[in-house]
């Protein structure tokens, strides 16, 4: 599975950017999927994830109510969408798939596909 994300950007604070992230080789519908991100000088830490069955979704506390993990699987795509976004934000954004995790869905060990990263940039 080759993956490619885009749609990242520099917006101020307050703003929104959506993430795409675009498969190729095999469908997303049978993965678990995630993004990542990795801010200057900081570990990749999880951001929001979406399990392979009924697509049941699970968001850091940082992000939570602010950005939204979701799938087109005709499109075999998988976006999130962030809004009011803030300084704190900024980074890059990696996509992730992988078969069923046999440990904590929030680590990046448990992701076997990547894709190259986006940056997002929010100023104040």
Not at 25 to 38: D, E, K, L, N, P
Not at 72 to 92: R, S, W
Not at 98 to 104: E, K, L, M
Request: charged share 20%; aromatic share 12%; with cysteine.
């Amino acid at each position: 599975v080759q993956l490619q994300a885009s749609g990242g950007g520099a917006v101020q604070a307050g703003g929104s950017l959506r993430l795409s992230c675009s498969a190729s080789g095999r469908t997303f519908s049978t993965y678990h999927v995630a993004w990542f991100r990795q801010a200057p000088g900081k570990e990749r830490d999880f951001v929001a994830g979406s399990s392979r069955r009924y697509y049941m979704t699970d968001y850091a506390d940082s992000v939570k109510g602010r950005f939204t993990i979701s799938r087109d699987n005709a499109e075999n795509t998988v976006y999130l969408e962030m809004n009011n976004l803030k300084p704190e934000d900024t980074g890059v954004y990696y996509c992730a798939a992988g078969a069923v995790p046999s440990g904590d869905p929030r680590l990046d060990r448990e992701y076997a596909y990547w894709g190259q990263g986006t940056e997002v940039t929010v100023s104040s």
